[in-house]
């Protein structure tokens, strides 16, 4: 199952500060200044590493599977992570073969202690997975259906911080608002359009914006 793609930040960043903040007001794709006054999702974006929980279904010369791979193949994921993915999922085999007719990638961040700086203000004494995304063969799901598998197999699903405008996301996260997650100030958000939409060269569109951007740690 393909890797997570690429999220644009919302703006280009800007050369002057070694393209360590951003130059706001000039988006870094066009179809974000169009659809910025539009209805967004706000979703928080937890500072962690990211886990796909792959669902092969079964074929003529395979048995079904889940496999959990990195944010590439080739990523190894630490030993208690991997352990903690275990315990989340082996009960859950017979619930994606009733549900699938098809591969499934679940897209997730690994976060807790020992991931990240600053991961156990998260989860102080241990780790989680926590959901974001799911596609299922070449469809991504829309955030009510995410949810609703999210909740059938027991999963921490990424919160939404709110709904509104671009603008009005970028605002809230100059200000540096605290997580919904942990004991900490949010990263940022990932932020997509109410309907799921797709740029002619059939890209996502979807955005992210980090408090660190604007010259905040």
């Known amino acids: 199952?393909?890797?997570?793609?690429?999220?644009?930040?919302?703006?280009?960043?800007?050369?002057?500060?070694?393209?360590?903040?951003?130059?706001?007001?000039?988006?870094?794709?066009?179809?974000?200044?169009?659809?910025?006054?539009?209805?967004?999702?706000?979703?928080?974006?937890?500072?962690?590493?990211?886990?796909?929980?792959?669902?092969?279904?079964?074929?003529?010369?395979?048995?079904?599977?889940?496999?959990?791979?990195?944010?590439?193949?080739?990523?190894?994921?630490?030993?208690?992570l991997l352990t903690k993915l275990e315990e989340i999922f082996d009960s859950q085999q017979e619930y994606f073969d009733k549900k699938f007719d098809s591969d499934v990638c679940l897209y997730g961040e690994g976060y807790g202690a020992k991931i990240q700086k600053g991961g156990g203000n998260y989860i102080p004494d241990g780790v989680g997975f926590i959901l974001f995304d799911i596609r299922i063969g070449n469809y991504w799901l829309e955030r009510n259906n995410i949810e609703e598998i999210g909740i059938e197999l027991g999963l921490n699903i990424v919160p939404i911080v709110g709904r509104g405008t671009l603008t009005e996301a970028i605002k809230k996260v100059k200000e540096d608002y605290h997580s919904m997650v942990g004991d900490r100030m949010a990263e940022g958000m990932v932020i997509k359009p109410k309907v799921e939409l797709y740029n002619r060269y059939g890209e996502r569109i979807i955005t992210k914006i980090k408090h660190k951007d604007f010259g905040k740690q």
Do not use: C
């Open 1 to 80: 199952m393909e890797t997570y793609h690429k999220i644009k930040t919302v703006f280009n960043r800007d050369p002057e500060t070694n393209y360590k903040t951003l130059i706001e007001g000039q988006f870094s794709k066009p179809e974000f200044g169009y659809l910025a006054n539009n209805e967004w999702y706000w979703t928080e974006k937890i500072d962690g590493t990211n886990i796909r929980v792959v669902y092969w279904k079964a074929s003529a010369v395979a048995s079904a599977k889940l496999e959990f791979k990195g944010k590439t193949d080739r990523a190894d994921i630490s030993p208690f």
